[in-house]
């Protein structure tokens, strides 16, 4: 491999982890099905690339990066582990049993990472405390994205320019064996991440779909892309059915009633649009350990702060002091914090006594968990998943569209959310809020998102998931009883990926983390495969 090349993966894997997408990266380019596609495209093999970034990718359905914890590095995996498979012409499941070990490698960057951008708190505390809000953006973005760089770049490259040569030789060398045993645990690997995103979804009325879109694909033979569009059809009919309308969720959540008086008379649109395009896109710049988005937060505030008090310089330290305190929430959802805290700055500033400093940390403290769980839950757990599945059943076709159709999509649904929840909290209120999180619409549209999602991870294990026996039973006469093909197949075709699917399930409810399901598989996986157990 070229140096050239070398620099350009590490160049995307850095790209994938930083803060310059306008606040989607988290969800398109760290995701495998991208970043797989763009090394793809850079290795001049975009297509297979897209392919091995999306079966990567469903290890990862279930991802979620809550409270600062990470599960695995996806973006180092879909890099890494499309350029194992392009360069050393290896079948994906292949590719995607050696992307695993490479993808926890990669927390260790995290932890690092979140431990030593704390540093950078003490400078913004510095800035703070003399009102400086003109280079705030400095401990921010610029010092913790150049560690960022150094901490990303580094090992992607030593990787991919030293180890991707190292790794071929050795497989080569090791034989056909333990290209066989890969593949098996490469095609039980999909269990794990179905596996993590139905525990979010996979509970009341939503699991009988979860077993109904699998029996669509063993006995009809529906491939992603149709069943998608089944699943869209039997939701609607069944939450019709139930008296729920999907149509007017939308609306109702974000036209509810509140309190909008007042609102834009200190502040002005163009200062709402630069507090808001600053969240999206800094929130997690300098994402650590001891503030998480705190510095962030502040970050967003300070056009606000500069609008309000542009020639007081004590009233601005006392804010941005304020606002760079622990904060911690889902970003998309979360927006509507920011938005109200801008309306109540706004209403502060002109005059209104009730509201102090200490009222509006609280209402900061108490927002931020429960719409970390509705955002977890709807972003994380139930609308990217969906997508991935619909769009990754696109891309295995051979189809790029596949890919672009996902970037497209899940980036305009992040941006909605973005905009309409912070317009939400700024011209409603915390009254509109507390509205939309009792009334009940939330669970109605995870509920649709849920039923959808089920049957579509269904059909999921029916294509993705892999196992199968090669145990032969004597019956007499020289004859042999084939388990696999005459036992299980005749029962229920799919029957062992279904039992390793749910097997896994029950691990993740008990506790169990996802590094130590997946090592688990894997041994599994190992031990049947060198057995001569597994197919």
């Given amino acids: 491999m070229s140096i050239l090349t070398a620099t350009l993966l590490s160049l995307l894997y850095f790209w994938g982890n930083s803060a310059f997408?306008?606040?989607?990266?988290?969800?398109?380019?760290?995701?495998?099905?991208?970043s797989g596609f763009l090394a793809g495209v850079i290795l001049g093999d975009p297509v297979k690339g897209a392919m091995v970034g999306a079966q990567i990718n469903i290890l990862y359905l279930g991802f979620i990066g809550a409270g600062g914890?990470?599960?695995?590095d996806i973006c180092l995996a879909g890099v890494v582990g499309t350029t194992i498979a392009i360069t050393g012409n290896l079948p994906v499941e292949t590719a995607m049993a050696l992307a695993v070990p490479v993808g926890l490698l990669g927390t260790i960057i995290w932890v690092v990472k979140m431990t030593v951008n704390t540093a950078w708190v003490r400078v913004a505390e510095k800035m703070s405390a003399k009102?400086?809000?003109?280079?705030?953006?400095?401990?921010?973005?610029?010092?913790?994205?150049?560690?960022?760089?150094?901490?990303?770049?580094?090992?992607?490259?030593?990787?991919?320019?030293?180890?991707?040569?190292?790794?071929?030789?050795?497989?080569?060398?090791?034989?056909e064996n333990i290209v066989g045993v890969l593949t098996t645990i490469g095609g039980m690997l999909p269990a794990v991440g179905i596996a993590l995103t139905l525990k979010s979804i996979f509970k009341g009325e939503s699991v009988v779909f979860f077993f109904f879109g699998f029996l669509l694909v063993q006995y009809f033979g529906l491939d992603m892309i149709s069943l998608g569009f089944s699943a869209v059809v039997f939701t609607l009919i069944y939450m019709q059915l139930k008296g729920h309308k999907l149509s007017t969720m939308g609306g109702s959540l974000f036209g509810a009633e509140g309190n909008n008086e007042n609102k834009y008379v200190l502040l002005d649109k163009k200062t709402i649009r630069k507090s808001w395009l600053r969240w999206i896109m800094f929130n997690q710049a300098n994402y650590n350990y001891e503030r998480m988005q705190g510095t962030g937060f502040c970050h967003a505030m300070v056009p606000v702060i500069n609008k309000l008090y542009p020639d007081n310089q004590g009233k601005r330290a006392e804010l941005m002091q304020n606002h760079m305190q622990f904060f911690n929430t889902e970003p998309q959802w979360g927006a509507c914090i920011i938005g109200l805290t801008a309306a109540l700055e706004e209403k502060r500033a002109q005059g209104s006594e009730e509201i102090t400093g200490d009222t509006i940390t609280s209402i900061k403290s108490g927002l931020?968990?429960?719409?970390?769980?509705?955002?977890?839950?709807?972003?994380?757990?139930?609308?990217?998943?969906?997508?991935?599945?619909?769009?990754?059943?696109?891309?295995?076709?051979?189809?790029?569209?596949?890919?672009?159709?996902?970037?497209?999509?899940?980036?305009?649904?992040?941006?909605?959310?973005?905009?309409?929840?912070?317009?939400?909290?700024?011209?409603?209120?915390?009254?509109?809020?507390?509205?939309?999180?009792?009334?009940?619409?939330?669970?109605?549209?995870?509920?649709g998102a849920s039923i959808m999602g089920c049957l579509v991870l269904g059909g999921l294990v029916g294509n993705y998931v892999t196992l199968g026996l090669k145990l032969m039973v004597p019956v007499g006469g020289g004859v042999m009883f084939n388990i696999q093909e005459q036992l299980f197949d005749v029962i229920l075709p799919g029957a062992l990926p279904l039992l390793l699917t749910l097997g896994t399930y029950k691990l993740v409810k008990k506790g169990w983390s996802s590094v130590n399901i997946i090592i688990l598989v894997a041994v599994v996986g190992l031990a049947g495969g060198l057995l001569g157990i597994f197919a």
């Fill in 21 to 34: 997408v306008l606040g989607v990266n988290w969800w398109t380019v760290m995701r495998p099905l991208v």
């Fill in 69 to 72: 914890a990470l599960p695995g």
């Fill in 131 to 175: 009102g400086d809000t003109r280079y705030y953006w400095i401990p921010n973005i610029v010092l913790p994205q150049l560690l960022l760089f150094l901490m990303s770049f580094i090992p992607c490259f030593l990787m991919v320019y030293f180890g991707t040569d190292y790794l071929k030789s050795a497989i080569q060398f090791l034989g």
């Fill in 368 to 447: 931020m968990g429960p719409l970390a769980g509705i955002g977890d839950t709807i972003d994380g757990g139930v609308v990217t998943p969906l997508l991935l599945t619909l769009f990754i059943g696109i891309t295995n076709t051979g189809n790029i569209m596949g890919v672009i159709g996902y970037i497209i999509v899940e980036a305009l649904f992040m941006w909605t959310i973005y905009w309409q929840s912070y317009k939400l909290g700024y011209e409603k209120g915390s009254d509109a809020i507390v509205t939309i999180m009792e009334s009940g619409l939330i669970n109605q549209l995870i509920l």
